[in-house]
Structure formats: C-alpha cells, structure tokens
C-alpha cells in the first residue's frame, strides 16, 4: 500500500496563530502538537485545532505544497481554510487513528 503524506494547517482559534506542516503520519503528528511535543512554535503560542488537511502520495509533492503554503499571504491561507472548513472545526476527530 502506498504512503500518504499530509500538509496540515493548525490554528489556535479562528482567524488566530497559524501552523503549517507536513507528515507521514497525521494522527501521531497532531497528538505530539496537543501534548506540547509538536513544535516549540505550537506549545508556546497554543495552536493545536487541526483546521485544514491535503494529502499527497508523494513526499515531494507535499514538501513542495507545505514550502508554497508558508509564503502564501495570510488572507490567502484563512480563504483555504474558510473553504474546506468553514466553522473552523476540529478535524482531528475525524482521521482515522
């Protein structure tokens, strides 16, 4: 079975601090944020609501996207999310772990 990769956008509320990464495994990924063990980045700053999710079967290709995501402006990333999440819900409860 081929590996998936993700690109995620965390964010600590609605419209607040947003994170983007990339992962071979989403679910483990986003735990390691909620328990501070993510990035310095999400457990200073408390973002850890999974709001935006892509995947991809090639790491390269996820790379590239994440690389992309990061110099977007900040009122394209919030139209991303907007998009695919309007509510700004959390998605984590919806991957399968």
Avoid: C
């Avoid at 495994?25 to 980045?41: K, M, P, T």
């Avoid at 991809?56 to 977007?72: H, M, N, P, S, Y």
Wanted: charge should be positive; proline fraction near 3%.
């Amino acid at each position: 079975m081929p590996r998936t990769y993700h690109v995620y956008i965390l964010a600590s509320q609605r419209n607040g601090t947003l994170y983007i990464g990339a992962t071979n495994n989403l679910a483990a990924r986003i735990f390691a944020h909620r328990n501070g063990n993510g990035s310095g980045f999400t457990r200073k700053y408390r973002v850890t609501r999974l709001v935006h999710i892509e995947p991809f079967t090639d790491v390269r290709d996820a790379i590239a996207r994440e690389k992309a995501l990061k110099k977007w402006k900040r009122g394209w990333k919030l139209r991303l999310i907007e998009e695919s999440d309007p509510n700004w819900d959390d998605l984590f409860d919806t991957l399968n772990r």
